[in-house]
């Protein structure tokens, strides 16, 4: 999927308001969605899109949406 | 000849905490997004000097009114909230309720695979002659290890007891069994302090986990994420097992029970094992995740509701801490 999909599905994922915005510079950690709920729904989107799972200490050192996507890989990214 | 569960009945403590009063306590915790994400909307919780055998006691009490407790011959706790190290609460249970001194009884400690396990072992128990009549108790007061600022935990878990009757039967009405274990999980759905290996700490240190909750090494600790990966690895993989075991498919099943740990990976562990939404079970609104009492409570819940029927086959399958898990088809 193209870098811009990635991020409308995980606002998508994440229930973020369209008004809210997001980019691959927001800190994921500064939104009040990516809670220890909001972390279930990724890893779920994670592994429903890319056949991915990660240790909760890769996840831990999840910043930005573009750290994110490094971690799933850039190669996955148009 | 084989083993059939003949009645199950379970017991939720009177005391009520809502999404509503979390909302309250907790700022920015929404009631309708706890909700939306986790299905549950109130969990019941122990008093103070409410324990898990008192639960154990009275659900108990409920499954005898319709059944001679005489003819019980073995008994099994499942608990990971001991009334004391020693003895034995099922000892208790055996003089507080009256069953006969000639009966075997004995405390195991699993938390969301115990029924599955329960029933496995009340399943060896009466195929050996060993027993008969197994009341099996499954019974978790999780509340009482979670800190009172762990906002997650406080969500998700519930307290209650189910006691289930499995006796012996003509005909089989317990499948072949899939059972597994993963220690390396161990350290991520933990209570680290309290047993012997780690005393209560009356000095333990708050530990903040940056997403909203307190807690310390005294209370429940559990990593969502690995938790969450570790069922998204196992459970698919286990169903599948379950069915070539017992030599049926998804379309021969009348209906799918997983253990109730949370809407959300429900949702998304039916959606990756294909199990069509008509025939999957997902029901905590008022109880929370009850730990071993999930299942027993789900089968209840669906035969008083005609959502299943006698003589239906019906996939049950837990897992969780420990890592631990099981399943099996059992025709109610």
């Not at chain 1, 691959?24 to 972390?39: A, P, Q």
């Not at chain 2, 919780?45 to 055998?53: G, P, S």
């Not at chain 2, 309290?194 to 005393?199: D, I, V």
Request: proline share 2%; glycine share 8%; aromatic share 8%.
């Amino acid at each position: 999927m193209t870098r811009s999909e990635f991020i409308e599905k995980l606002r998508d994922t994440l229930e973020i308001d369209t008004s809210d915005e997001i980019a691959e510079e927001t800190d994921l950690r500064s939104l009040e969605e990516y809670d220890s709920l909001g972390v279930l729904t990724v890893i779920a989107m994670i592994d429903e899109d890319f056949g991915k799972q990660f240790s909760s200490l890769d996840l831990e050192k999840i910043t930005t949406v573009s750290s994110l996507m490094k971690l799933i890989g850039e190669e996955n990214f148009e | 000849m084989g083993a059939k569960i003949k009645n199950i009945e379970y017991y939720l403590p009177q005391v009520i905490v809502t999404n509503k009063d979390l909302e309250k306590e907790f700022l920015g915790w929404d009631a309708e997004r706890i909700e939306s994400k986790t299905g549950v909307r109130e969990r019941h919780v122990v008093k103070e000097k409410e324990t898990a055998l008192d639960l154990a006691l009275k659900a108990s009490e409920k499954v005898l009114e319709h059944y001679d407790r005489d003819k019980i011959d073995f008994v099994m706790l499942c608990t990971q909230s001991p009334e004391y190290y020693l003895p034995s609460g099922v000892c208790i249970l055996q003089s507080e309720l009256g069953f006969k001194t000639s009966i075997g009884a004995v405390d195991y400690n699993l938390g969301c695979s115990g029924f599955i396990y329960g029933l496995a072992l009340a399943k060896g128990l009466i195929l050996s002659n060993i027993a008969s009549n197994v009341l099996l108790i499954t019974s978790e007061t999780y509340t009482k290890h979670i800190h009172p600022k762990d906002r997650s935990n406080r969500t998700i878990f519930g307290d209650g007891a189910a006691a289930t009757v499995i006796e012996k039967s003509e005909i089989e009405g317990t499948g072949k069994f899939v059972l597994g274990t993963d220690g390396a999980g161990c350290k991520n759905l933990i209570v680290p302090n309290g047993g012997l290996k780690n005393r209560y700490d009356i000095n333990a240190k708050e530990i903040d986990d940056g997403s909203g909750s307190i807690r310390t090494d005294n209370n429940l600790y559990m990593n969502g994420p690995e938790v969450f990966n570790f069922t998204i690895e196992v459970v698919p993989k286990l169903v599948l097992e379950v069915l070539e075991k017992n030599k049926t498919r998804l379309e021969d099943l009348d209906y799918v029970i997983f253990h109730q740990a949370n809407k959300y990976m429900l949702e998304y562990l039916r959606r990756k094992t294909k199990i069509p939404r008509e025939k999957f079970y997902i029901n905590l609104l008022h109880t929370g995740n009850t730990v071993s009492a999930t299942i027993p409570i789900a089968i209840k819940d669906c035969l008083d509701n005609n959502i299943i029927k006698r003589g239906d086959e019906v996939l049950i399958v837990g897992f969780g801490v420990g890592y631990s898990w099981g399943g099996t088809i059992i025709t109610i």
